[in-house]
């Protein structure tokens, strides 16, 4: 299996434009998760999804942020208008069961820089 | 509300040393705790995940062990090698959830 699959890994974009990152899980994962991590901030999670369905997206930071799961294989997380404040790299991870393992796989992360 | 710290925030040993990196957590109602390494640029690699039942967790040269009613975790590395130097971070969730809070992370570096 290629692991969990990010695009782009560099993203610059201007202030006010929309932006969206990219996930594929590894085959066979229930569980996918969006962390952005900054250095003032380190590591936040910010949505996770069950079988394709989000099952908590209190760490999403304000209506700007959206992400969908259409199917088993893909997920894209969209910031719109995207803001300076949203640089970060965004990580996507999968997991067949994050309870037990270790079992939780990480994409090599989308680095955002707005500007 | 749960808070992760790991200390130190950065460590740097000469090759072979034996060391200890520390997480401390404010919130013991956890069901389990997962270590994890971090290479410069790249994402997360799960290294250990110790369930609230147990004590301790072993991988090869580490050695993770769990102290739920102090709030704390120890990783502990044996005979270090210069490709152990990353970043560890080590992360709970809330019990009953999947909300990892992540510390902030340690930073090793071994010298050969």
């Known amino acids: 299996d290629a692991g969990v699959i990010q695009s782009p890994r560099h993203e610059v974009t201007e202030m006010g434009q929309e932006v969206t990152l990219r996930c594929k899980p590894i085959s066979g994962h229930d569980y996918l998760f969006w962390y952005r991590q900054t250095m003032m901030r380190g590591l936040e999670l910010l949505i996770y999804f069950n079988n394709n369905v989000p099952i908590d997206d209190s760490g999403m930071p304000e209506d700007r942020f959206s992400a969908k799961m259409p199917n088993a294989s893909f997920s894209t997380l969209k910031i719109q208008p995207s803001e300076p404040r949203d640089s970060a790299v965004y990580f996507c991870a999968s997991s067949p069961n994050p309870g037990q393992g270790p079992g939780y796989t990480f994409g090599s992360g989308t680095r955002l820089t707005v500007v | 509300k749960q808070e992760v710290t790991q200390i130190p925030a950065a460590l740097s040993v000469p090759e072979g040393e034996n060391l200890v990196l520390n997480c401390s957590f404010t919130?013991?109602?956890?069901?389990?705790l997962q270590w994890f390494r971090q290479d410069p640029g790249k994402g997360l690699t799960s290294l250990l995940l110790?369930?609230?039942?147990?004590r301790e967790q072993t991988s090869g040269r580490l050695n993770a062990s769990l102290d739920k009613s102090s709030g704390r975790s120890t990783l502990y590395i044996a005979a270090s090698q210069p490709g152990d130097s990353a970043t560890y971070l080590c992360a709970v969730p809330p019990d009953g959830t999947y909300k990892y809070i992540f510390g902030t992370g340690t930073r090793l570096k071994v010298l050969a």
């Open positions: 110790i369930q609230s039942s147990q």
């Open positions: 919130d013991s109602a956890i069901y389990n």
